[in-house]
């Protein structure tokens, strides 16, 4: 059984983020810390867990992006995937979902993976589209927001529960192949173990060009760029604990709360 | 004249509420360009929901099928392909779900359209809508524009209000049911609501919520002594509480659990990550108490409290207690 994994590199959520002169998009300052989108670590954990229960599976990690995706991509070698794929993309700017779909639907595309797995969002966008729109384009079935997986015991159809929400789930069938969308919470990703690391250090990433038609494609744009209005309406209780808890108290009652 | 496709899923028929926030945002979109709006529903029987809709003024077709008993994003993507050739809508809205961005996403393919999402506000100018979105986590406002006439949206629940019906005077629209045939691999077997009892969490007047800053699974027994102070209030909790299974999925608020807007927002150790704020900036009322004095929920908090939960709270019920002596 072949499995992708699909993983994103992103910012991390306190980073501070700048907007760049020409306000076109955002620079690409030192004080970003870079790292894998939450949400692919757990699909890429639950790749993992397949193999480890069914044996005879690979795991291949797949990300569009500059060069520094390729920290993250290694990542992935050690926290257990057997192959890594970087599809090349320089460009410092907004990238439509539609772009990186594409890039990654032409690597599966004549691989014959038995499942795709992607996280079902990415922290720093929340589109919330890649996965599925990667599923339309090679005509997969797709299931989104999975907080559980079985696959059936001849590996030809995998049972499925999305999270709808606030605690209502569903169930789904679905035929392989298939591509899942894995919501948080499904399972507990696991530390990068020290042969994984060690092998990680030595293979190399498979690199891929992105393709110019691909990302020369009409799409939605940018049409302005802007931090949002500082609303600061926001009163700071001060004083000793006691203080602050009475303040708190006197509010709540004068607003007829408490 | 143009038409604008507001599509809404239910449950067992039954329509999310905030599914009609759609109707508000297609209203707007409208206003430039004179544009119809029509309202598509698909359930097993939809002819409740469809009258429902209908209220809001705008004409509704309800799509009917085995398989719409439950979600069925998929299945609605084929029927909005179809309805795409029958009436070439300038855009097709959707709810910015889960299984709203599946649909949105299998339809951006099928159709040839391009799609935009979790749009919080729409800005009219003279050619077309600027569509704006948050990005990185809140720290920046991004305007999109589709590259054609036509688009797939997604819209953030709680970004739009459900249109008033008592006071606007609307005509009720037509209604269309259709049974419609179509087939997709995604078949639905059945839901499954969380065994909990009923945590109430839209329509109680208080939710006292719990982040990751509580620390420990035995700090949430000070979050519930703190909403016990309300009479009616309950208990929220961030993606991460649930994550951890300290509280179930019924307690999550945020864009993947549910949208609130109640009377007080009591944020206890929650640091602010977007998805959590996009369930609960609409709040009336939000106080905001963690030991992070950079936490991103206090740049939209009315109330800012920068304490350790673990003693502040403990310390807040006794104060209060001395107070109703």
């Known amino acids: 059984m072949k499995i992708l994994v699909c993983v994103k590199q992103v910012p991390d959520t306190e980073s501070p983020i700048t907007i760049d002169a020409d306000t076109t998009w955002i620079i690409e300052h030192e004080y970003i810390a870079f790292r894998m989108n939450l949400y692919d670590e757990y699909a890429l954990e639950e790749a993992v867990l397949i193999r480890e229960a069914i044996g005879n599976v690979s795991v291949d990690a797949i990300s569009v992006g500059p060069s520094r995706v390729s920290a993250t991509l290694k990542k992935s070698l050690e926290k257990g995937a057997d192959n890594a794929i970087h599809i090349i993309l320089e460009k410092n700017a907004y990238c439509p979902p539609i772009v990186v779909a594409d890039l990654i639907a032409e690597y599966a595309r004549h691989r014959n993976y038995d499942l795709i797995f992607t996280g079902v969002m990415a922290e720093d966008d929340m589109q919330c589209q890649v996965g599925p729109l990667i599923a339309a384009r090679l005509r997969l079935p797709c299931a989104a927001s999975i907080i559980k997986e079985t696959l059936n015991k001849e590996g030809a159809a995998i049972t499925a529960e999305c999270e709808l929400e606030g605690g209502i789930t569903e169930t789904v069938i679905l035929p392989i192949p298939s591509l899942l969308t894995i919501q948080s919470g499904i399972n507990r990703p696991r530390y990068p173990s020290l042969s994984n690391v060690m092998r990680a250090k030595e293979q190399e990433l498979i690199w891929i060009q992105a393709d110019s038609d691909i990302l020369s494609q009409p799409a939605e744009r940018v049409v302005s760029i802007s931090y949002p209005e500082q609303t600061s309406k926001g009163t700071i209780i001060d004083g000793s604990p006691d203080q602050k808890a009475e303040q708190l108290l006197a509010i709540l009652h004068e607003k007829s709360l408490l | ?325």
């Open chain 2, 1 to 325: 004249m143009k038409t604008i496709l507001v599509i809404i899923d239910t449950i067992t028929n039954k329509p999310q509420v905030s599914g009609f926030e759609l109707i508000s945002f297609a209203e707007k979109l409208a206003e430039n360009d004179y544009a119809q709006i029509k309202v598509i529903i698909s359930g097993e029987n939809t002819r409740e929901a469809a009258e429902k809709a209908a209220l809001y003024g705008h004409d509704v077709i309800g799509l009917e099928h085995d398989d719409f008993r439950y979600p069925n994003p998929e299945l609605v993507a084929n029927e909005i392909t179809g309805l795409i050739d029958e009436f070439h809508p300038v855009y097709v809205c959707l709810q910015h779900t889960m299984r709203g961005c599946q649909t949105a996403a299998r339809v951006s393919v099928t159709a040839g359209f391009g799609c935009i999402t979790a749009v919080e506000s729409c800005r009219l100018t003279d050619k077309m809508p600027a569509l704006k979105k948050s990005m990185f986590n809140g720290k920046i406002n991004v305007d999109l524009q589709p590259d054609a006439m036509q688009s797939i949206v997604t819209v953030l629940p709680g970004a739009f209000t459900v249109p008033d019906i008592i006071s606007s005077q609307r005509i009720p629209g037509t209604i269309q049911v259709r049974k419609t045939t179509g087939i997709s691999a995604y078949k639905p077997l059945g839901i499954r609501e969380s065994a909990e009892e009923n945590v109430r969490l839209e329509e109680s007047d208080v939710i006292v919520s719990a982040g990751r800053g509580i620390g420990t699974r035995e700090n949430l027994e000070l979050v519930r002594s703190v909403a016990r102070l309300f009479p009616d209030s309950a208990v929220g909790a961030s993606r991460t509480i649930c994550d951890l299974k300290w509280l179930p999925f019924a307690h999550q608020v945020g864009v993947t659990g549910k949208t609130v807007s109640p009377k007080l927002y009591l944020a206890c150790g929650i640091s602010g990550a977007q998805q959590h704020i996009a369930g609960m900036k609409g709040s009336q009322m939000i106080v905001a108490i963690n030991k992070d004095p950079q936490a991103a929920i206090f740049s939209i908090s009315d109330y800012i409290i920068v304490e350790d939960l673990t003693t502040f709270l403990p310390l807040l019920i006794r104060k209060y207690d001395e107070m109703n002596k």
